[in-house]
Nanobody
């Protein structure tokens, strides 16, 4: 089975930066894509960003465009979410997810496109 573990969350002031990492293990297929979602208290889980299995295509929610950047290191089986210019409204638990490359390409922002999820890491942005 595939297991995902996020790290890098924490407390940061508005305007600051954090880099989240997502380490994957147990993968048997190289054709996969990674997505990032977040969930704030009392809110539904929402799409943040995604990156193709080649790393050549990325997709971002409008709320984070220009501030967040996805990247991946396939050799280390790890992908990253660099978060800059953080805002208080970015406060949430952030989850990494993995899905079949074709499924994710068809529906980048759909939770149903992803088969595996990490336990999440807390990001808190103070004003």
């Amino acid at each position: 089975q595939v297991q995902l573990v996020e790290s890098g969350g924490g407390l940061v002031q508005a305007g600051g930066s954090l880099r989240l990492s997502c380490a994957a293990s147990g993968r048997t297929s190289s054709r996969y894509a990674m997505g990032w979602f977040r969930q704030a208290p009392g809110k539904e889980r929402e799409f943040v960003a995604a990156i193709s299995w080649t790393g050549g295509v990325t997709y971002y929610a409008d709320s984070v465009k220009g501030r967040f950047t996805c990247s991946r290191d396939n050799a280390k089986n790890t992908r990253y979410l660099q978060m800059n210019s953080l805002k208080p409204e970015d406060t949430a638990i952030y989850y990494c997810a993995e899905g079949d490359a074709e499924s994710v390409l068809r529906r980048w922002a759909s939770r149903t496109s992803y088969d595996y999820w990490g336990p999440g890491t807390q990001v808190t942005v103070s004003s």
